[in-house]
Structures are given as C-alpha cells and as structure tokens.
C-alpha cells in the first residue's frame, strides 16, 4: 500500500511550512509521495516548497485554474493506492493519519474518510455533513455561523454527536483519505467547479455508487479555514455564488434551482 500526499497552494506563505511539516512528520516510515501544486501564487509559497519538498514533488500552474484540476493534475501523475488530499492551512495532528487508514481499511466499501478540524483556539469546525438541500444549507451555515462565534453550547452537542465515526455524505476536501481507484471509478474531481462545493459533489457521486462517505473523529486536525480564499476575498465570494448555482444545476430540481437563484438575488442586493 502506497500513499500519494497532494497539496493545492495559492497565496499560502503564512501556513505551508507547519502543515508541510506536519504531513512529513506523519509520513515517517510509509512508503509515501507528496506533491504540490501552486495556483499561480504571488507571494513566497513556491520558495518554502523548494525547501521543504523536492523539486520534482512541485507542479507551477501559469495561472489559477480552481482547486479541482489542480488536484486533477497531482492525480494524473501520481501512483499511490491511497490519496491523502490537504490544504495548505492544516496542520495534521500526531497520529491523525494511522487513525484514517485504520478507518480505512476496515471496510473495503469504505472510499473516503475525513478528518475531524479545530480552529487554532480549539473550537470544532463543520467539516461533514448530509447532501445538501435548501433546508439544509440554510442550517449548515446557520451552523459555521454559530461555531465561528465560539457558541459553547452548539459546540458541544455538535461534539458530543460526532464523537464516533459518522457515515454521512461529503466531508470536507481540506484533510480527507481516499481511495484511488474509487475516485478514478467516478471520473475524479469535477473541474467545472472552481472553488467550494467541488468535495461535497464528489462525496455525492462516490455515495451514488454505493461506497461509505466516513468522519474520523480520532483524526484531528488544526485549520485556519479559508486562508487561500482570505487573499481574495471578492473573487471567492464571487466563485461560491457560481459553485453554488452549478451544483443545484447537477443534482437538485427545477423548483429548488428556481428558489436559490431568486434567494441568491435578494442577497446580492
């Protein structure tokens, strides 16, 4: 069993080093690969990956081209039997690792496990979740609202009920276990989505052919949330809105799409 390790950059000079770290740290005696690949990123991103990671480990895209075929790109190159996806602004706790391939493993219906996330003070992240509808996206980001609030009391029931291992229907991108061959089963990442919403539909896809969607408790990890996104704040804004549309046009109905695209409107106001 092999690993290949892919991270996505863009504008991450404030956070690479100690995730790069960490993942290394986690990587000691597996026979592992790690890649990079950099979104076109204006700030010292590509010096530290020189330093920390080979330079044969790093591909330097001309321009931006979305988070999805960037991982795309790390794929197409890459032979490990298991995929470990990270953002450049998680840290991966000691152990956080052997607790996804344990997971993992257990059950070869399983394709994709994900890791539990806590912000830097410790407060729990929305990182898993039910495939999305109206009702429950309007709650899930009731939901982040609260927890980037530091609301206790939402803290704790949402702790307390995933303190076990949740089947569910996405988890989130940015620290997640996968099959290869599972994802080349399903067609891998769906380019058409430039940021947000590209693991939820992804999740969703591998769900429709009958493998488990899994959240790891035991593997935790520390993560700033949206520190890419936080260098341009306008355009990300923009590509949720776009990513958003595009997944309703994939999976929901005629009156679902009709009432997001009126709500999205009256937003934009």
């Not at 690969?33 to 979104?39: F, G, P, S």
């Not at 990270?86 to 607790?99: E, F, I, K, T, Y």
């Not at 969703?204 to 890419?228: F, T």
Request: hydrophobic share 40%; charged share 25%; proline share 2%.
């Amino acid at each position: 069993m092999t690993i290949t390790v892919v991270v996505v950059t863009y504008n991450s000079e404030a956070h690479l080093s100690a995730c790069l770290q960490s993942v290394l740290a986690e990587m000691q005696d597996r026979q592992a690969e790690i890649i990079l690949v950099d979104n076109a990123s204006q700030d010292e991103t590509l010096q530290i990956a020189y330093t920390l990671l080979q330079r044969k480990s790093l591909i330097a895209s001309e321009c931006n081209e979305g988070f999805a075929r960037a991982v795309n790109r790390a794929l197409a190159g890459t032979s490990g039997d298991y995929v470990l996806l990270v953002n450049p602004d998680v840290v991966m706790g000691r152990g956080s690792l052997s607790a996804m391939l344990h997971l993992l493993e257990s059950d070869p219906r399983i394709a994709v496990v994900g890791a539990k996330h806590r912000y830097a003070h410790g407060g729990l992240q929305l990182t898993w979740g039910w495939k999305p509808t109206l009702l429950r996206e309007w709650f899930r980001r009731r939901c982040q609202y609260g927890l980037r609030a530091h609301d206790a009391a939402l803290t704790k029931r949402l702790d307390a009920y995933s303190s076990k291992p949740l089947d569910v229907d996405w988890v989130s991108g940015s620290c997640v276990l996968f099959r290869r061959c599972v994802n080349n089963e399903v067609g891998g990442w769906d380019e058409r989505f430039f940021l947000f919403f590209e693991d939820i539909d992804w999740c969703v896809r591998i769900r429709q052919k009958g493998y488990r969607v899994v959240y790891c408790p035991d593997a935790v990890v520390r993560h700033v949330e949206g520190a890419s996104a936080a260098s341009a704040p306008e355009e990300s804004s923009k590509a949720y809105r776009q990513s958003q549309q595009y997944y309703a046009k994939k999976h929901w109905g005629l009156a679902s799409r009709t009432l997001l695209t009126i709500y999205s409107k009256w937003r934009s106001r």
